[in-house]
């Protein structure tokens, strides 16, 4: 007879166990404004808009957690957004000042730039719109001059990474070119490869008002009923254009697309762990519905054993201080 359970005792489990997980494969993404005081989002109790101010605490936090990194991600007002998103590329831009803030304070501190237009422009897509014979669209390739303005941007303010999450076809070559070229080809790329139009997404645009304002983000962002040959051909792509480091967003939903690049991509491979994921866990915490420690902590471990080697994820500095616990 078959036993496995012999190998569950106590004093086995951690020897044969396979699947690790640290704080420092946990990046937190970081939501940051000019000023005022802190903001907690509605929906995702626990996470806040930051002001610059606070992000001194925020960072030291994040290294005395043994975090892997933070990805900021700017929260503009109304009537500071434009068409084309000049807040994204600005050299006093929002999360330009906050690059430099950090790296000055913590240069030991590893942080990465979320490389888009959706919080900076005021109807809220990626890009530049058109209006064609069907409708409004997302002119690509003009978009890309912008992502590669954004990108350079950052790096010149001392981002360590940069993340493209535009879904725009040839961004992750405008970027690499344009990093190259102005001084930056030492600067990563960690690219959203595979990012789907999910309905996962709704905290986040409340968190940083960058809703659409009109239409839906389908017609860049991949279909969630395409096959396995759509995230693959995405994946293939940015890797052939220089991408640095992959990544699947959201995480959970897509398992099955972040195990299939890691047997076929020889890249660092990331997964995102997004604000509808975050918020349903905290939801039925708060509730009493599901021990939020455990639940959490067994969601990135799936995300481990799937592939990823690192994981942005609201839950950050929490899994972090829970791992420490033991």
């Known amino acids: 007879m078959e036993r496995p359970r012999r190998l569950r005792s106590p004093l086995l489990r951690r020897l044969v166990a396979e699947v690790d997980l640290s704080p420092r494969h946990l990046?937190?993404?970081?939501?940051?404004?000019?000023?005022g005081e802190p903001e907690e989002v509605a929906s995702m109790p626990g996470v806040f808009r930051h002001p610059l101010s606070?992000?001194?605490?925020?960072?030291?936090?994040?290294?005395?957690?043994?975090?892997?990194?933070?990805?900021?991600?700017?929260?503009?007002p109304e009537e500071a957004?434009?068409?084309?998103?000049?807040?994204?590329y600005a050299e006093e831009g929002v999360v330009q000042r906050a690059i430099r803030l950090l790296k000055e304070a913590f240069p030991e501190l590893l942080v990465l730039?979320?490389?888009?237009?959706?919080?900076?422009?005021?109807h809220g897509h990626c890009g530049v719109v058109r209006q064609g014979p069907l409708g409004f669209y997302v002119d690509n390739d003009a978009t890309?001059?912008?992502?590669?303005?954004?990108?350079?941007?950052?790096?010149?303010?001392g981002a360590d990474v940069v993340a493209?999450?535009?879904?725009?076809?040839?961004?992750?070559?405008a970027i690499r070119q344009a990093l190259d070229q102005g001084g930056f080809p030492h600067v990563p790329i960690l690219s959203y490869a595979v990012k789907y139009a999910s309905a996962f997404y709704g905290p986040f645009r409340?968190?940083?008002?960058?809703?659409?304002?009109?239409?839906?983000?389908?017609?860049?962002?991949?279909?969630?009923?395409?096959?396995?040959?759509?995230?693959?051909?995405?994946?293939?792509?940015?890797?052939?254009?220089?991408?640095d480091l992959l990544m699947v967003k959201p995480a959970l939903p897509y398992l099955d697309v972040l195990h299939a690049l890691r047997e076929r991509f020889a890249k660092p491979l990331f997964a995102y762990q997004v604000s509808g994921e975050y918020a349903m866990l905290k939801a039925a915490a708060l509730r009493g519905w599901l021990e939020e420690r455990r639940a959490v902590l067994e969601s990135l471990y799936a995300l481990r054993r799937a592939g990823a080697q690192g994981i942005?994820?609201?839950?950050?500095?929490?899994?972090?201080?829970?791992?420490?616990?033991g």
């Open 54 to 76: 606070r992000l001194p605490q925020v960072g030291e936090a994040a290294l005395e957690a043994g975090l892997g990194g933070v990805i900021l991600f700017g929260v503009l």
């Open 144 to 157: 890309l001059d912008l992502l590669a303005k954004t990108a350079l941007s950052q790096a010149q303010a």
């Open 81 to 88: 957004k434009d068409p084309w998103g000049q807040g994204a």
């Open 113 to 122: 730039a979320d490389t888009c237009l959706c919080e900076y422009t005021d």
């Open 27 to 35: 990046i937190l993404p970081l939501f940051v404004k000019e000023g």
């Open 312 to 325: 942005l994820t609201y839950y950050a500095l929490e899994a972090a201080r829970w791992l420490k616990e």
């Open 164 to 173: 493209p999450s535009a879904m725009m076809d040839g961004q992750v070559q």
């Open 206 to 243: 409340e968190a940083a008002a960058s809703a659409p304002q009109f239409g839906d983000r389908s017609g860049y962002q991949m279909d969630p009923r395409a096959g396995l040959w759509d995230a693959l051909r995405e994946a293939r792509l940015d890797d052939l254009e220089g991408a």
